[in-house]
């Protein structure tokens, strides 16, 4: 199993920046595809980002292409979420997400291991 814990979200204007980090406990972190879900208000959950155990390999939902990155760290056990470019509707509690199976799958179903979640607003 592994546990997961987010930080890093808060307030942002429109346009702006914020880091998102997880760090993940265990000693099989590598062996996990890593993504990020959010869910705002009164919505369903939906797919953000995902990495492959290695990191080579990254998806993104189209609304948030060129503007969020993905990326891990296997030595420390993290993974992040850089978001540039905010914007209002980018406002959600974001969640990080291990899966067991293959990385493209995370696009259309999570894998078993979720975080507490952490809020994000972006104000116009």
């Known amino acids: 199993q592994v546990q997961l814990v987010e930080s890093g979200g808060g307030l942002a204007q429109a346009g702006g920046s914020l880091r998102l980090s997880c760090a993940a406990s265990?000693?099989?972190?590598?062996?996990?595809?890593m993504g990020w879900f959010r869910q705002a208000p009164g919505q369903e959950r939906e797919f953000v980002a995902a990495?492959?155990?290695?990191?080579?390999?990254?998806y993104y939902a189209d609304s948030v292409k060129g503007r969020l990155t993905i990326s891990r760290d296997n030595a420390k056990n993290m993974i992040y979420l850089q978001m540039n470019g905010l914007k209002p509707e980018d406002t959600a509690v974001y969640y990080c997400n291990a899966a067991t199976g293959p990385t493209e799958r995370l696009k259309i179903h999570p894998g078993d291991y979720w975080g507490q979640g952490t809020q994000v607003t972006v104000s116009s």
């Open positions: 265990g000693r099989t972190f590598s062996s996990y595809a």
């Open positions: 990495i492959s155990r290695n990191g080579d390999w990254t």
